[in-house]
């Protein structure tokens, strides 16, 4: 199961315990990163540690019932948190009457629907469970099962009902931190900038290695020099925020000057990432086809996502504080990171066993 990586880490700090639970690796990657606020940010488990971690939490979750599955997903929130603020043991049982008190209210205004969660839930995990339990070779990864019509149903359902009944991620922090005192929630914001400066730097030089990659194939040229292009966006985030003018305001509407918009159209990254998947396993004419009609998909409805966005995203610029501008736009953003998490998972199930032994070497 590929490791996600959801930068809103309150998605899961009230989500999961509100209604059961949610879809496990959703949960897994999110607090993931929300432990990572420690600075390092680094995974101590291996990949096969990881998959077996976590499946034998499904077997724990689907022996237990609704209720116990509840008080254990507010366990684990609990531990996450206690890494992410250094809670002390007399803190511990505050913050965590205080998650269950936001559980509580949230899965009351839900009503009906919050069971229904739970049910959809609990189908996921079961998808989950299976797949990571089929027998496979040795270092092939288990296969998602994002391209079984029924999981892609119980999906649509989970999403529908999670706009139905959306929550303040940001009001559901800030009750927390009132609990502690004002010096460990600043430590734990210092932490998590750290941390974030950190993964701009990897994606930097991620960005760099794709380009170089690409300019070996003079076929791309095109699609080089539109990398360079967005080299160079990152080089201006990275000056304005030593600047101190914050990287989450460079070309968003920040109160630093904006670079000349290029005349060249932009490649959208999802297309650099799907040329650069392209070429590093060798995709042949079937799995291209499948490909691009799993980045049609996505892209469809990333496009729906922020146009049901533009008002709220407008309001966002429109804020004048640094910091709340950079939270409510990691609010806005959680969910389109959630939607190329799942066109990796998808893109990668197109791959043979052997493709994912020789890829990219």
């Not at 949960?27 to 291996?46: V, Y």
Request: net charge negative; with cysteine; proline share 5%.
């Amino acid at each position: 199961m590929m490791r996600w990586v959801i930068p809103l880490c309150v998605r899961v700090f009230v989500g999961a315990a509100l209604v059961g639970g949610v879809l496990p690796a959703t949960a897994q990657q999110t607090w993931g990163r929300f432990g990572g606020w420690r600075g390092d940010g680094e995974d101590p488990l291996t990949e096969e540690e990881r998959r077996e971690q976590m499946r034998k939490r499904l077997e724990e979750m689907r022996k237990a019932t609704p209720e116990q599955r509840r008080e254990m997903e507010l366990d684990r929130m609990l531990e996450f948190t206690v890494r992410a603020y250094e809670l002390t043991d007399e803190q511990k049982p505050v913050v965590r009457a205080e998650m269950k008190k936001m559980a509580d209210e949230y899965r009351a205004k839900a009503g009906p629907d919050a069971d229904e969660m739970d049910r959809l839930r609990d189908q996921m995990s079961e998808f989950w469970l299976k797949r990571m339990s089929e027998p496979r070779a040795e270092g092939e990864e288990p296969q998602v099962p994002w391209n079984d019509p029924e999981f892609r149903r119980i999906g649509e359902r989970m999403r529908e009902l999670n706009e139905k009944h959306p929550f303040d991620f940001r009001a559901s922090i800030e009750r927390v931190e009132k609990l502690l005192p004002p010096e460990q929630v600043d430590k734990a914001r210092q932490r998590r900038e750290q941390f974030g400066q950190g993964m701009m730097e990897r994606a930097r030089e991620r960005m760099e290695e794709m380009a170089q990659q690409v300019a070996r194939e003079p076929e791309n040229k095109e699609l080089f020099e539109r990398f360079s292009q967005m080299r160079e966006r990152m080089a201006e985030w990275n000056r304005r925020r030593q600047e101190g003018q914050g990287g989450e305001d460079a070309g968003r509407g920040g109160d630093a000057p904006r670079p000349e918009a290029s005349p060249v159209v932009q490649v959208h990254p999802w297309d650099a990432y799907l040329a650069e998947f392209t070429r590093r396993y060798s995709l042949d004419e079937g799995q291209r086809a499948a490909a691009a009609s799993i980045l049609a998909d996505v892209r469809a409805r990333e496009a729906k996502l922020r146009a049901s966005q533009a008002a709220a995203r407008a309001s966002v610029e429109a804020l004048t504080d640094a910091e709340a501008r950079a939270k409510a736009i990691a609010e806005l953003d959680a969910p389109i990171d959630v939607l190329f998490a799942e066109l990796k998972a998808r893109l990668s199930a197109l791959l043979t066993a052997a493709q994912k032994q020789t890829g990219g070497r």
